[in-house]
């Protein structure tokens, strides 16, 4: 089965084996879409599946180019809390400068950025998760100590479906995207998973308390958050 081939459509078409799947799983992605599939399936099964769903893939592959920005030279992240660009170099490979809450990743000159998306993009995250298991912790020891949280643990992933969340047990969990918004959010999410830690709900407590460690303004700045999409 070919590993790799383009779509008219859909772009770069990427077969993925895993021996524990037991079907055919399709995800949109930067360049194309990623097929997962099980040992006994064939190029036929694969081509088949793509195009019985191909109006949805379509639709999939769509809203994925308009979420992620190209990654290139004129990209960056700007906030109060972290700066990341590229720029051209001598050397002939990538490679990265990092100080706190500063990022540069330098680029061989002439690099064809279409080809590299998907790698760059797992570049641009992995220096947010270093960035953010020092901000987001320590910002976070600070806030619960401020107004006399008690957690038990503090969590730094991926999730691009939520900001932040609180387990039963307290443990706070925080989205390292959050390094793309500004500090008045970051702390408005670590106030809600806080908050969280007293009432485990969206009660009207649970609101009345945001209120109190966000002088009030916890509906405006959750509006203002909405605003925001993870890169």
């Not at 930067?30 to 997962?36: H, M, S, Y």
């Not at 949280?149 to 959050?178: A, E, P, V």
């Amino acid at each position: 089965m070919k590993e790799v081939w383009t779509d008219s459509e859909l772009g770069s078409i990427r077969i993925v084996l895993n021996s524990r799947a037991k079907h055919i799983i399709m995800r949109a992605e930067a360049d194309g879409i990623k097929v997962t599939v099980p040992p006994h399936a064939s190029f036929a099964d694969v081509a088949a599946m793509i195009d019985k769903h191909r109006r949805d893939l379509k639709s999939m592959r769509e809203r994925t180019e308009e979420h992620y920005r190209r990654i290139d030279l004129d990209y960056s992240i700007e906030t109060d809390v972290m700066q990341l660009h590229l720029t051209e170099g001598e050397r002939s490979g990538f490679y990265v400068n990092r100080k706190q809450g500063e990022c540069t990743i330098i680029c061989p000159r002439n690099t064809d950025f279409d080809s590299i998306q998907d790698w760059l993009r797992n570049v641009v995250v992995e220096q947010l998760r270093i960035q953010a298991k020092v901000y987001l912790h320590n910002r976070t020891i600070e806030i619960a100590k401020q107004y006399g949280f008690k957690l038990s643990d503090i969590k730094i992933q991926s999730s691009r479906t939520r900001w932040g969340s609180c387990s039963g047990r307290n443990s706070i969990n925080l989205s390292l995207f959050l390094m793309t918004v500004p500090s008045h959010l970051i702390d408005y999410v670590i106030k809600h998973e806080l908050c969280h830690t007293v009432h485990h709900d969206h009660s009207t407590a649970f609101w009345e308390l945001m209120d109190k460690v966000t002088d009030n303004k916890a509906h405006q700045l959750r509006k203002e958050l909405a605003e925001y999409r993870m890169i």
